[in-house]
């Protein structure tokens, strides 16, 4: 009599387990672990202060709300570039966001699925900082189509913000071309 009470749960069971497999579908979430490495390129302008010793973070990302965001970016500095050409000016490491010095760092994270389309900078610290642009290369292969355009800056940025463009979203209205705000909690 026993037996019969089981037989009844052990078909439920195998009716679930072939009807999971059968769907290809699995109960956890997917959750995509590739990292991709960026060169993240940043001018600073040629304004008198436009220099800065403090903490730079970076926020950038694609559509699809893959976020990357970067607490030290001073840390990453590889090198310097020459604005004009991408050649490299020198490899001696040198302390970044100095005034009319194209900065590029070098950025590991999850890779993005669709073109980057919002860069945020944050300055933490007491100086100023005036940054003329900034752009993001995805270095590898299958992604590379899925670097930036140039994000221009072209004033001191505020203090403890994060403050940048973001063109992801947007929609033209009769009144213009309106976009999205996106709201970063700490």
């Not at 800065?52 to 990453?76: A, E, M, P, Y």
Request: hydrophobic share 35%; aromatic share 8%; glycine share 6%.
């Amino acid at each position: 009599m026993a037996t019969q009470n089981c037989r009844p749960s052990l078909l439920i069971c195998c009716v679930l387990l072939i009807a999971l497999l059968a769907g290809g579908e699995s109960l956890a979430p997917r959750i995509n672990k590739e990292n991709c490495t960026y060169a993240v390129t940043i001018e600073t302008t040629c304004t008198k202060g436009a220099e800065t010793s403090n903490h730079i973070r970076l926020r950038f990302g694609d559509t699809n709300s893959n976020d990357i965001v970067v607490h030290h970016l001073n840390s990453k500095h590889i090198r310097r570039v020459d604005p004009i050409a991408p050649d490299v000016l020198d490899d001696v490491p040198r302390k970044p966001f100095q005034a009319c010095v194209v900065d590029e760092f070098q950025v590991k994270g999850q890779c993005v699925d669709s073109p980057v389309c919002y860069l945020y900078l944050k300055l933490s610290g007491t100086d100023d900082w005036r940054p003329g642009f900034a752009q993001v290369h995805v270095l590898e292969g299958s992604h590379s189509h899925l670097s930036s355009n140039y994000f221009y800056f072209r004033r001191y940025l505020p203090r403890h913000v994060w403050h940048g463009s973001d063109v992801c979203d947007k929609e033209v209205t009769p009144f213009g071309i309106k976009h999205k705000r996106k709201v970063f909690a700490k």
